[in-house]
């Protein structure tokens, strides 16, 4: 699914990964386009006017797990979201969360919605949104970051994003 397959969590890895997308040029306008390993074909990135979302981390795939095992992979990838959350709570000080609710039925009904929100469902990355920002570092000022992590269908793996955006990332409410 991603160019993460295969690696082992790392929560410092993941908060590294998070703090280099600050750095990342942003392009401005044109479409969403989204990225993948020349090799493998799978997806490394989605970049569009004013954002780049990005896997962080990739579960082994859920395939033959059910009941409390698929419950427990599940809790699995949610603690590990939690420990970068809280890293980078720890740095930037409290996230706030952004409900894709709104996004899933939107995509679901074939309704618009703003370019960042459409490649996250177009991506499948459904998961609600811990968002920080505006943060500030070295090389720019003023971005929003954004992690989750979800899974597109009962055997995927779990997958982490993070996104990075140059205009505040903010709840779609109707």
Known sequence: MTSRAGEAFSAARAVSDVEALLAVDLPTGGV??????????EWTATTGDGFRIRPIWES????????????DAEEAAEE???LVVRELDRQWGPHRPVSMRVPLFRDQAGEPMPALFRSLCDGDCYGDLAVWGPVSAAT??????AVSVNQCDGDAPMIMVAVVSDSPIIEITD
């Not at 082994?60 to 419950?71: C, I, S």
């Not at 720019?140 to 970051?145: A, E, H, S, V």
């Open 140 to 145: 720019t000022d003023g971005r929003w970051i």
């Open 32 to 41: 969403a386009v989204s990225e993948g390993d020349p090799d493998t074909g």
């Open 60 to 71: 082994d795939a859920l395939t033959g797990l059910y009941g409390t095992d698929w419950t």
């Open 80 to 82: 590990k979201l939690a």
